[in-house]
């Protein structure tokens, strides 16, 4: 967990700006305008997290991985919307079309810069959409964001956005992305870890 300089620190914009300057080769500068977009988080996570397995293994056994999303997107359409299922084809497409990228990505997936930068953005999506809300009120626990517990993850959110709409985007936001040392596949575990999320109590 080494990030130079202090992110805790840091302002939206301050963090934004020195993680494109890390994770620039490999991602688009658009991608990083939709982390402004609370609702975007979990859905570039989860593409995230499949180009984590093209990273780490050759392009045609990440296939069922990709195969696994697609369930888990069809489970999840009406809670993140239609749009991600071609998000995600897209960038398959993309990275099994284009070695020189997927190699640079295998390089890069031995730097945990780019896992750091998905998590801090959340962290602090969580505090900037609801400042002040840490320690306060009752606690909306969402599940693990894996196809196991896809279906389990829509009812948390379709709840807690029938009682607060704005809450939404921060169960998405505030969904940290737990990370070992060593991110190959034999050795790390990729999952999302729910973290608390305030309800309408206050």
């Known amino acids: 967990m080494e990030w130079q300089p202090d992110i805790d620190r840091m302002g939206p914009q301050q963090l934004l ?8 080769p490999v991602i688009s500068e658009t991608d990083i305008i939709e982390f402004e977009r ?3 988080v979990l859905i570039f996570r989860s593409i995230f997290n499949f180009q984590h397995r093209l990273a780490t293994e050759q392009t045609e056994l990440a296939k069922p991985y990709f195969d ?3 369930q888990s997107i069809e489970i999840q359409k009406q809670t993140f919307g239609s749009e991600v299922y071609s998000e995600v084809q897209t960038r398959y497409e993309f990275f099994e079309n284009n070695p020189e990228a997927l190699r640079e990505l295998q390089q890069r997936a031995a730097d945990n810069k780019m896992w750091r930068f998905y998590a801090a953005v ?6 900037r959409l609801c400042p002040g809300t840490r320690g306060k009120g009752v606690r909306v626990e969402a599940p693990p964001c894996n196809i196991g ?3 389990a993850l829509q009812t948390a959110l379709e709840g807690v956005r029938s009682r607060m709409p704005p809450v939404r985007g921060c169960v998405q936001a505030s969904m940290i992305l737990q990370v ?5 596949y034999l050795t790390s ?3 999302l870890t729910p973290h608390r999320t305030p ?3 206050t």
């Open 17 to 24: 700006d020195h993680c494109w300057q890390s994770i620039k």
């Open 38 to 40: 609370d609702a975007t």
């Open 68 to 70: 696994k999303y697609v």
């Open 122 to 127: 959340a962290d602090n999506l969580f505090d």
């Open 149 to 151: 517990n896809a279906q």
């Open 180 to 184: 070992s040392d060593s991110i190959s």
């Open 189 to 191: 575990k990729i999952d």
């Open 199 to 201: 309800s309408s109590t």
